[in-house]
């Protein structure tokens, strides 16, 4: 039997401002990568998430970003590797106490946006981030690209690595997303991107966009919470999942 994760990036509201259908998409994931007050997200909303996430029995991850509300945590900063490691410990023990008082487990960690894409080619970063990983608890789950340097960082401290791929993003023939600056950076045909996942899934195979195609291995499909899209594009993925015996995860189990 075949068995998948299914996550997606939630909690990212803040202050006045919300962003996404968090409840919603929540009863259809079973990993949620909870924002942790950088990049979106407060203490508010990190709250409720929590509290929403082991309601309906989802797996809870923190998602630690680049201090960049403006930004969406999307734009590039340059820090020093052992900058990046106490930004990553920062955001990893707030979200940790949200667990904490309501009871609930951390299980894995995703860095965001443009930290996430900056450490999948980074040597230097993606150390700095699973050490991070690892010395707050070396039994949480590092969520990694496929097959890049955060992957590969990870792996090599030890940890539990779920190789990452997307259902709503484009690649390119050196295996990394598509920038979201370029026009054909999102996929917005579900149809075309449930395709896409079964593929990643049965065949390890994705094709980028000069038309090649490159080995993937896919551990875990995030469908991103914030696109307007996401509860259609999460609700459709699944049952194609079911459709094809493809299971989705409940636990990572013990290391």
């Given at each position: 039997?075949?068995?998948?994760?299914?996550?997606?990036?939630?909690?990212?509201?803040?202050?006045?401002?919300?962003?996404?259908?968090?409840?919603?998409?929540?009863?259809?994931?079973?990993?949620?990568?909870?924002?942790?007050?950088?990049?979106?997200?407060?203490?508010?909303?990190?709250?409720?998430?929590?509290?929403?996430?082991?309601?309906?029995?989802?797996q809870i991850g923190a998602?630690?970003?680049?201090?960049?509300?403006?930004?969406?945590?999307?734009?590039?900063?340059?820090?020093?590797?052992?900058?990046?490691?106490?930004?990553?410990?920062?955001?990893?023990?707030?979200?940790?106490?949200?667990?904490?008082?309501?009871?609930?487990?951390?299980?894995?960690?995703?860095?965001?946006?443009?930290?996430?894409?900056?450490?999948?080619?980074?040597?230097?970063?993606?150390?700095?981030?699973?050490?991070?990983?690892?010395?707050?608890?070396?039994?949480?789950?590092l969520f990694a690209l496929?097959?890049?340097?955060?992957?590969?960082?990870?792996?090599?401290?030890?940890?539990?690595?779920?190789?990452?791929?997307?259902?709503?993003?484009?690649?390119?023939?050196?295996?990394?997303?598509?920038?979201?600056?370029?026009?054909?950076?999102?996929?917005?045909?579900?149809?075309?991107?449930?395709?896409?996942?079964?593929?990643?899934?049965?065949?390890?195979?994705?094709?980028?966009?000069?038309?090649?195609?490159?080995?993937?291995?896919?551990?875990?499909?995030?469908?991103?919470?914030?696109?307007?899209?996401?509860?259609?594009?999460?609700?459709?993925?699944?049952?194609?999942?079911?459709?094809?015996?493809?299971?989705?995860?409940?636990?990572?189990?013990?290391?």
């Amino acid at each position: 039997m075949t068995v998948i994760d299914l996550n997606s990036d939630l909690g990212e509201s803040f202050g006045a401002y919300k962003i996404g259908n968090d409840q919603e998409v929540l009863q259809h994931i079973s990993s949620a990568n909870i924002a942790c007050g950088y990049h979106g997200g407060d203490h508010n909303v990190m709250f409720e998430t929590v509290s929403l996430a082991k309601q309906y029995g989802v797996q809870i991850g923190a998602h630690p970003g680049f201090p960049d509300l403006a930004g969406f945590g999307r734009r590039e900063i340059k820090l020093s590797p052992r900058e990046i490691y106490h930004l990553v410990i920062y955001q990893i023990g707030a979200l940790d106490a949200f667990c904490k008082v309501n009871e609930t487990n951390l299980v894995h960690v995703k860095p965001h946006g443009a930290l996430y894409n900056m450490a999948s080619v980074s040597r230097d970063l993606a150390y700095s981030i699973a050490q991070a990983v690892y010395d707050v608890n070396p039994d949480l789950v590092l969520f990694a690209l496929a097959g890049s340097e955060l992957a590969k960082a990870g792996e090599e401290k030890g940890l539990i690595v779920a190789h990452e791929v997307f259902a709503d993003r484009t690649y390119q023939p050196d295996g990394t997303l598509t920038s979201r600056q370029e026009p054909n950076a999102m996929i917005h045909d579900a149809e075309f991107a449930i395709t896409r996942v079964i593929r990643m899934i049965k065949e390890g195979k994705v094709e980028a966009v000069d038309g090649t195609d490159i080995a993937i291995q896919a551990d875990t499909i995030c469908v991103h919470g914030d696109d307007p899209q996401a509860l259609e594009f999460v609700t459709k993925v699944r049952q194609a999942l079911l459709k094809e015996n493809i299971q989705i995860r409940k636990s990572w189990g013990p290391k």
